[in-house]
């Protein structure tokens, strides 16, 4: 976030990416919680979602909520406004009283999903992100990339377990998310400061020490 010349003391941003099943919700716990135990306070969120108005727009967005199929259009503006609210009501104020936030997908999950997947200009979606989110963006940018096939594998066994339904896109095909998993790559080597690649295909433990790893090398806090 740019907070002009004036040092603002706020906490970190950090969001995790990825294809569905790579661990994103596993490694947003564990890292919320080492943060915690260097005495910070953090807040998480997710996306779609966060506030109550994005958990509507979430139930709509995954779960055909509406009954009737979304235009993409529609869908991609849904994303949007739902983290526009989410920054304005809940990141934005979070930082600005020295609280960091960890976010379960952001911004990038537009451009991957509907931009690399669904194909509009990711460019286009770039734009509509800055209106969206204005200058809150993440200091740090997880991305955990995963085979496709071993990300079905994780949703299957997890849906299994928990008796819940595959949503809209864990629906869509090996190759949209084949597609998406690629633009998650290009955004990381167009923007390698901020995006950093993790591998999710190893244990819980050792992602969650790579990414310790990351965090410690980016983000002062994990120095102290
Ligand atoms: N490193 C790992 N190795 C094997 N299984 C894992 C690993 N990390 C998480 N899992 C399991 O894979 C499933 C998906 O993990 P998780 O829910 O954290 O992923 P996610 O990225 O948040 O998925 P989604 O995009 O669907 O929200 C869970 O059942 C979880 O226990
Ligand atoms: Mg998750």
Avoid at 63 to 75: M, S
Avoid at 129 to 153: R, S, W
Wanted: contains cysteine.
């Amino acid at each position: 976030m740019n907070t002009g010349p004036t040092i603002i003391k706020r906490g970190g941003f950090i969001s995790f990416e990825g294809p569905e099943g790579c661990g994103k919700s596993t490694q947003g716990r564990i890292l919320a919680d080492r943060i915690k135990a260097k005495g910070y306070s953090v807040v998480c969120t997710r996306e779609p979602g966060g506030t109550r108005t994005g958990e509507l727009i979430r139930e709509i967005l995954q779960h055909d909520k509406a009954g009737e199929a979304l235009v993409p259009e529609a869908e991609m503006l849904l994303f949007l406004a739902s983290r526009a609210q989410l920054v304005r009501q809940v990141i934005l104020p979070a930082l600005e009283s020295g609280t960091w936030v960890i976010s379960d997908r952001f911004m990038d999950s537009t451009v991957a999903y509907q931009g690399y997947g669904r194909g509009f200009d990711p460019e286009r979606i770039m734009d509509f992100n800055k209106f969206a989110v204005g200058a809150v963006v993440p200091d740090l940018t997880l991305l955990l990339d995963l085979e496709v096939k071993e990300g079905f594998a994780r949703m299957a066994e997890r849906n299994r377990r928990t008796g819940v339904a595959h949503d809209r896109m864990e629906r869509e095909s090996v190759d949209f998310h084949e597609r998406m998993r690629q633009g998650y790559l290009a955004l990381a080597r167009r923007m390698p400061d901020r995006i950093r690649v993790v591998g999710a295909a190893r244990s819980p433990e050792i992602v969650s020490e790579e990414i310790w790893k990351v965090v410690s090398d980016v983000l002062d806090c994990a120095h102290e």
